[in-house]
């Protein structure tokens, strides 16, 4: 059993448990209520809270009640966008993990709604993190203020949503495209912001003690490119992860209608560039380990190691 | 001219302004980055940053450049409601304001990633007002966190979202409602939350003197019940506006398809109706006016002498 497996193991019930709570309180409307719960409580693997937790772990920093709020609020914006992705307008998809999508079970208005509430309701947790917290965990507004900054970048339209964008004029218009479109222009904003945000919000959370307070220069200078690293780390993960999805996807595709990079470079090219994403990735977690003599670097390693072949 | 009228002559050009500049960087691509400025940048009164501004004004306030940036984040948040109400899933609406809806001119995903996009952005632009604060214009990162949570509670599942779903279901399933549940479950959330938002928001705004430093309890729970006051108003404000748009488009509804105030209780009961908001909320800032020695009434008095059979 893997470290990651065993954190997983101990992390994804409190996880589970912190979106269902909040979800229990998403709507005045409990029928509504209860078509949010549907959208986010649907068997998820919860990669991006887990990335954000797996990060302060590796920093060997505590998981506070606040924190695990803060690194939940990412998972309702994935949901959010996976809802409006399956909309007939959208990839008109009926399925969403073997059962009905949202639009296909209430209506195409109603999932609008839910994701829209659901995008609302993540700025709601972030902002709110710290009422659930105890004794000194509390989370200083001014981080919880670049967090919401943060999210609000990674997951707008500079972010996840110019990526679906493209996607769709990728699907639609039949443009010519390239590799290096389609990696910069798509996978990293429609997949990797969010899961660089996961990653540099874990660091953000494991470097709280009054870094707003600090004087030091060279303390501060080494902190910003401790998260631009995590940053980093996770949007050439999260690139890797798009990857292999495109090639798990590969014989299922619709050549006529879908482009995806293995479709454009070919099975062992896209394996060459997806392997490339998780050297570099590595390399960072290397670089942390040599300046951060408290960073472990074995759980996000193991993150990596979900991507390859033999899977 | 109404003082209001000199007040929206000065700061209409100047929200304007302030809305360009922030959609100008909405967006990492700039065709997108054009559709959302169309949805936003389309000639609205820019009634609910007016109304903040207004508040602020109201106590004697200056309206300093953090604070403008502030009070334009909830249009984002109405322009992203109306694209998302305009889809064909919705009211399937091909013009406002004379000219055709994101949707009819962009294409059916590209409003529903718009929207998203304006909501998105909405929350950047809360979080990060103080890029363009000046000198010791700057709020507090505990202000603008708590502004943030207000916003997301006002425009989501408990707030102006449940509005519109409820609204859906008075559309299409045709149930039987009366009255109170047309104000109290669509009215209040739909369009009066967020108008509420603004009033409240601009309260808060007006008294940025160290608010979280007070230690005199007294002062707090006054503070506190000017917020809530405020609060109130913008809703009864928000009601009232609701009531005299339906009395507006009496006439030109479909009888069969909608069901609004006048449809349900008659012309004359509504504007009844209408009045006892408004009295309501012109009580508000007579309270208002006798417990705050700054406070002057007149812009929120013309606020509501907007909304009447004469105009």
Not at 250 to 258: A, G, K, P, R, V
Request: charged share 20%.
């Amino acid at each position: 059993m893997t470290k990651l497996a065993v954190f997983q193991s101990e992390w994804a019930p409190k996880i589970e448990q912190q979106l269902t709570q909040d979800l229990g309180e998403a709507s005045s409307d409990s029928a509504f209520s209860d078509m949010m719960a549907y959208a986010v409580l649907n068997g998820g693997k919860r990669l991006r809270p887990m990335l954000t937790l797996a990060v302060v772990t590796s920093f060997g920093q505590k998981i506070t009640p606040s924190i695990l709020k803060v690194a939940t609020a990412v998972e309702w914006v994935h949901a959010y966008s996976l809802v409006h992705d399956d909309l007939p307008a959208m990839d008109n998809d009926l399925l969403r993990r073997g059962k009905p999508s949202v639009h296909a079970l209430y209506g195409e208005a109603e999932a609008i709604l839910v994701g829209d509430a659901l995008l609302t309701g993540a700025f709601h947790v972030v902002s709110s993190a710290n009422s659930c917290s105890i004794k000194n965990d509390r989370i200083s507004a001014e981080e919880l203020l670049l967090l919401t900054q943060m999210l609000s970048v990674q997951a707008g339209g500079s972010g996840m949503v110019v990526g679906q964008v493209k996607d769709m004029q990728n699907h639609s218009q039949k443009l010519k495209i390239d590799a290096e479109w389609l990696l910069n222009d798509v996978y990293t904003p429609k997949t990797a912001a969010l899961l660089g945000f996961s990653a540099t919000a874990g660091s953000r959370l494991a470097h709280l003690d009054s870094e707003h307070d600090i004087s030091d220069d060279e303390i501060m200078r080494g902190r910003l490119a401790t998260h631009l690293a995590l940053l980093t780390f996770g949007i050439d993960f999260g690139i890797a992860f798009q990857i292999q999805d495109d090639l798990d996807d590969f014989n299922q595709d619709d050549i006529e209608n879908i482009t995806s990079l293995p479709h454009l470079i070919g099975i062992q090219a896209a394996r060459a560039k997806r392997d490339e994403y998780l050297t570099n990735a590595r390399k960072i977690l290397t670089d942390l380990a040599a300046h951060n003599l408290n960073f472990d670097r074995t759980l996000l390693d193991d993150f990596l190691n979900l991507i390859g072949d033999e899977i």
